[in-house]
Structure formats: structure tokens, C-alpha cells
């Protein structure tokens, strides 16, 4: 199950990320995953539900976005996404295409915020 090792070291990017900053903690956390990595998406939430559980970092949120396969035609050199497993150039027809993409296992962004900047807070002040 490499998906707890994947929610491990997501964590430990958000970890070092967030200490750089004092006074902040993540909120949120986007991940880029291709659909050639063949990641379990259910199960790499679980696992990061798991390892976030009763921590300091319980209450942040992850967000996944799935990133099409794609492929480069050798032929004319267009970039397109596959679909239903088809790798045919949409452009000129040619099959000699190859992968271009899709296997992407990244972190798109994350949300820091900082602690008692909240709304309630700030109402309270009037
Ligand atoms: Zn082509």
C-alpha cells in the first residue's frame, strides 16, 4: 500500500512548509496526481486522515485533483489528453505517439493561514 507512503511525505512537505512560516498552520493542501501514477484516491485519503488524526495538522483539508494521460504525437507534434485509452493523434491520425504526461504526483499548493485571524475574532473587536 504505497499510498500511506505518499500521505507521509505530503505531510512532511506541509510540515517543513508551514515552518517557515511561525504563526501559521496549513489549511489546506492540493495534490496533482496523474492518471498513469495509479494512485488509490479513496485510500490515499484514508491514510491521510490516519496520519493527520489527533494531530496538529487534523484539521487540514486535502484537495485532489486527477490529471489526464497524455501524449505528444511524433508525427506533427501536438499535445493532447487520451481518451478511453485511445493515443491516436486527434490531429493528423498517426499512432506513433508517445507519453507526455500524467504521472504527475505533486503538491499544486497550499493554503496557509494565520492563527487568530479568524472572522469571529475580528467581529468581536467592534
Ligand atoms: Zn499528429
Known amino acids: 500500500m504505497h499510498e500511506m507512503g505518499i ?3 505530503v505531510l512532511e512537505a506541509v510540515r517543513t512548509e508551514t515552518a517557515r512560516y511561525p504563526g501559521t498552520y496549513a ?11 495509479a494512485i488509490d484516491q479513496e485510500a490515499l485519503r484514508f491514510c491521510f486522515e490516519a496520519l493527520t ?3 496538529d495538522l487534523e484539521s487540514l483539508e486535502l484537495e485532489i485533483t486527477l490529471c489526464p ?7 506533427c ?6 481518451r ?8 493528423c ?3 506513433k505517439t508517445e507519453c507526455a504526461g500524467g504521472d504527475e504526483l505533486e503538491i499544486a499548493y497550499l493554503e496557509v493561514e494565520e492563527y487568530g485571524t479568524s472572522l469571529i475574532g475580528a467581529e468581536g473587536t467592534k
Open 7 to 9: 500521505a507521509n511525505s
Open 77 to 82: 507534434g501536438d499535445n493532447f489528453e487520451v
Open 69 to 75: 494521460r497524455r501524449q505528444r504525437c511524433m508525427e
Open 93 to 95: 491520425g498517426s499512432l
Open 53 to 55: 488524526l489527533e494531530t
Open 84 to 91: 478511453d485509452y485511445d493515443v491516436r493523434c486527434p490531429q
Open 27 to 37: 489549511a489546506k493542501v492540493s495534490l496533482r496526481i496523474g492518471e498513469v501514477a
